[in-house]
């Protein structure tokens, strides 16, 4: 011992000293990296764990476990407003800085995306969400912007119907087949928003519903986001991210890169059938098909290959995943709030007097029913966790606060729609506090809910998502009476990567008799 202590150990052996030299400098800079981190970084002032302070780690983890969204609510309760949550990141949750971050500020520049934090898809080319560069984000979502047009919207009513319609006479041969006692709801939604989704984007159906079952590449679709979110979270180690990469089970990669090789495939064939069907694809190719390499610049009005084969592989995701998530959520609460059931119930049973009479513009008058989808965003977000940006050069301020150049700063959803400093009673759900009849919901932070986001990149498919959803909820609820079975009292409990990871929902359905 008393070698080592006196050095005599370490002078003799050449080696020795060289490792303890190399130990020594790596704890000097881990001690500095805190000190630094800790008190003389941009961010020391702003409030937040010490551990998530000097070090990504705790983030990383919090994501892996698949609970970030409550680890990031509890920060909030604790701290406040915002939260710095890693050495370079602050979370907020107020409606201000949602609007400071993603909206439109004149006079100031925008917040862009962080590339840390969107990943690109396998073949290396972004899509419409990963698109960091504003002029490739712009030159997408105009070529798509007219396939998500009001008069679109309604030419695509006939074909959505259909497709709600087969829904409805599926589930009413379940009940006569002696199966309605337990239907797994979630599973039927998604049938029909993918068979909807997978029409207007390729062209033809996945037939989920007239098979009545999973087409593989749903379970893929959600195999591939959390592979999104493990490979996002080791990207914040940029330098250590080929070593991590390596450490996340393959099986998860390789179901990404199945959903987007399937997604390719399916773009090829319907690229084969021309501009003439109007869908998706044939607004993209309204100036043409480019087999270029790369990507074009915002002034151009064409798409390359790639670029569809990438914005495919996401609008899969966005326009079918999420709405089955919020109309299994909006579901699973009704079910658990029997007197909320039980008025939106009687707004569409009064409203319509046959299931034909269902349309999306009359689906839209119905102000408790759009009450209670309000609240489902709110509670249970199809997005639960956040949209990272970079403050410009400069810095910036959001909600009050100036924020040093290229510091991350995002909303989280899930942990600002359940913020108490937002809402009265927020885990309740409650679809009256969106009505303005109720003085207990006076004081309610509404406009901190941005279920689709806001400004220029705000969600492409909002109008459609919306009437999609209306146009299910009015017809299920019209036609079925609906319990909770025993085995989903606790649905809600699930974790989280950037989707929820919903277990099966499952229901009794009576259906519903009928005086025509």
Same mark, same amino acid.
Not at 182 to 195: E, L
Not at 494 to 499: D, K, P
């Given at each position: 011992m008393s070698a080592w202590l006196t050095g005599t150990a370490w002078s003799g052996n050449p080696a020795v000293l060289l490792a303890g030299a190399?130990?020594?400098?790596f704890l000097l800079q881990w001690v500095y990296k805190v000190v630094y981190n800790l008190y003389l970084a941009p961010l020391r002032n702003f409030p937040g764990p010490k551990l998530w302070a000097v070090s990504r780690l705790p983030y990383a983890l919090s994501v892996t476990r698949g609970h970030h969204h409550l680890d990031i609510l509890e920060l909030h309760k604790r701290y406040g407003s915002v939260v710095r949550i890693s050495p370079h990141e602050l979370a907020f949750n107020s409606a201000q800085a949602f609007r400071d971050i993603y909206g439109f500020r004149p006079g100031h520049q925008s917040f862009r995306k962080d590339r840390t934090h969107y990943v690109? =898809? =396998?073949?290396?080319?972004?899509? /419409?969400?990963?698109?960091?560069?504003?002029?490739?984000?712009a030159r997408h979502r105009r070529l798509l912007a007219n396939v998500f047009s009001e008069r679109e919207l309604r030419a695509q009513e006939p074909l959505i119907r259909g497709y709600v319609d087969l829904l409805i006479s599926k589930l009413q041969l379940q009940i006569q087949e002696g199966k309605g006692a337990?239907?797994? $709801?979630?599973?039927?939604?998604?049938?029909? %928003?993918?068979?909807v989704t997978g029409d207007l984007m390729f062209g033809e159906s996945f037939g989920c519903?007239?098979?009545?079952?999973?087409?593989?590449? $749903?379970? /893929?679709?959600? *195999?591939?986001?959390?592979?999104? *979110?493990? /490979?996002?979270a080791v990207n914040q180690y940029p330098a250590f991210s080929a070593v991590l990469q390596k450490m996340i089970p393959a099986s998860i990669i390789q179901k990404?890169?199945?959903?987007?090789?399937?997604?390719?495939?399916?773009?090829?064939?319907?690229?084969?059938?021309?501009?003439?069907? =109007?869908d998706f694809v044939s607004a993209i190719l309204k100036n043409g098909l480019s087999e270029k390499e790369g990507q074009y610049a915002?002034?151009?009005? $064409?798409? %390359?290959?790639?670029e569809i084969h990438s914005n495919a592989f996401i609008l899969i995701v966005a326009g079918s995943e999420t709405s089955a998530t919020l109309l299994s959520g909006a579901i699973y609460y009704l079910c658990k709030n029997p007197s909320t059931m039980e008025k939106v119930l009687e707004e569409i049973?009064?409203?319509? %007097?046959?299931?034909?009479?269902?349309?999306?513009?009359?689906?839209? %008058? /119905?102000?408790?029913?759009?009450?209670?989808i309000e609240e489902s965003l709110r509670i249970y977000p199809p997005f639960v966790t956040s949209l990272a940006r970079l403050a410009p050069a400069g810095g910036d301020t959001v909600d009050g606060h100036f924020i040093p150049e290229n510091t991350t700063v995002a909303c989280h959803h899930y942990a600002s729609y359940h913020s108490p400093s937002n809402f009265v009673s927020p885990d309740d759900f409650v679809p009256e506090r969106w009505l303005d009849t109720d003085s207990r919901f006076a004081e309610d932070k509404k406009d901190t809910v941005q279920a689709f986001s806001l400004g220029p990149r705000n969600c492409i498919g909002k109008n459609l998502a919306y009437a999609e959803i209306r146009l299910i909820l009015c017809k299920v609820l019209f036609n079925f009476d609906i319990a909770l079975c025993p085995e989903s009292e606790h649905w809600k409990?699930?974790?989280?990567?950037?989707?929820w990871d919903k277990p099966p929902l499952v229901v009794s359905l009576t259906e519903r008799a009928v005086t025509v």
């Open positions: 190399f130990v020594l400098l690109y =898809p =396998p073949n290396g080319v972004d899509h /419409l969400v990963s698109a960091v560069d504003d002029g490739v984000h337990s239907v797994d $709801i979630r599973s039927w939604f998604n049938y029909t %928003t993918f068979d519903l007239r098979d009545s079952q999973l087409h593989p590449w $749903i379970a /893929l679709i959600f *195999a591939s986001m959390k592979a999104l *979110a493990f /490979l996002g990404g890169v199945d959903h987007f090789n399937l997604s390719a495939r399916k773009v090829d064939r319907r690229l084969e059938m021309g501009a003439e069907r =109007p915002e002034a151009e009005t $064409i798409m %390359t290959r790639a049973r009064n409203a319509f %007097t046959a299931d034909n009479d269902i349309t999306f513009s009359k689906a839209t %008058t /119905l102000s408790y029913l759009n009450a209670v409990d699930q974790e989280v990567y950037f989707l």
